[in-house]
């Protein structure tokens, strides 16, 4: 389906502001940086994931208790606390036959809050 763009939206200029694409072409991150900081991304847009993360948050849990939590499989938790734990959202430290999981940081907290409070204005 084809978007319809407001005349606001349009700019019908053909000048290029040399100044400003210079300025922000050296304050531009790395393709890598870019395709590493995309790929956070991706993992955020999962909403068991975010489920997961949310959990989380208010206390470390083992993929029993996720699982409970959630009325998932283990196994399926096991699956997104790994690809958690990939992304250094996550982190594990192991009690016995048990492994807890809970958040890696608090950068974290910080981009579920961000988001949070943006989706909720």
């Known amino acids: 389906m084809a ?9 019908d200029c053909n000048i290029i ?9 050296g304050r531009m991150p790395d393709d890598d940086t870019l395709m590493d900081l995309g790929d956070a991304f991706k993992v955020f847009s999962d909403s068991t994931r975010l489920k997961i993360l949310c959990a989380l948050l208010h206390h470390e849990m ?50 579920i809050n961000n988001g949070m409070e943006h989706v909720l204005e």
Not at 17 to 25: A, P
């Open 17 to 25: 502001h040399e100044e400003v694409v210079d300025s922000v072409r």
């Open 62 to 111: 083992c993929v029993c208790d996720i699982s409970a939590l959630l009325g998932m499989t283990k196994s399926a938790v096991s699956h997104q606390l790994r690809i958690l734990k990939q992304t250094n959202l996550v982190k594990n430290r192991r009690d016995g036959r048990e492994v807890y999981y809970s958040i890696a940081d608090d950068h974290v907290e910080t981009i």
């Open 3 to 11: 978007r319809i763009i407001e005349d606001a939206d349009r700019c």
